[in-house]
Nanobody, 123 residues
Framework: VQLQASGGGLVQAGGSLRLSCAAS????????SGWFRQAPGKDREFVGG????????YYADSVKGRFTISRDIAKNTMYLEMNGLKPEDTAVYYC?????????????????WGQGTLVTVSS
């Protein structure tokens, strides 16, 4: 499975962005996907995740109510809709996926990773 993340960019505080993560390869075997982010000098942290079957979503407290994760099964694509962006949301955002049928907040859980896309929020 290969993942391609896109959609990052520069946005002012309070603005919005939508990230995409397109999966290719043996996508029928995917169970769950997640979004993570890594700010300079910090560890990679869980943003949220989604179950491919059923679409149940999970979010970190820091983004709950502002970010929304969705997926389009026909397009094998996962999305991260980010609203009310804050300077502290500035980071490289990564998508991840695994065949396991559960969302985890731990990076070691996921077998497949995208290359990351930079989101910069100016104050």
């Amino acid at each position: 499975v290969q993942l391609q993340a896109s959609g990052g960019g520069l946005v002012q505080a309070g603005g919005s962005l939508r990230l995409s993560c397109a999966a290719s390869g043996r996508t029928f075997s995917l169970g769950a996907s997640g979004w993570f982010r890594q700010a300079p000098g910090k560890d990679r942290e869980f943003v949220g995740g989604i179950m491919w079957s059923g679409g149940r979503t999970y979010y970190a407290d820091s983004v709950k109510g502002r970010f929304t994760i969705s997926r389009d099964i026909a397009k094998n694509t996962m999305y991260l809709e980010m609203n009310g962006l804050k300077p502290e949301d500035t980071a490289v955002y990564y998508c991840a996926a695994d065949r396991s049928r559960g969302v985890s907040q731990f990076t070691s859980y996921y077998a497949y990773w995208g290359q990351g896309t930079l989101v910069t929020v100016s104050s």
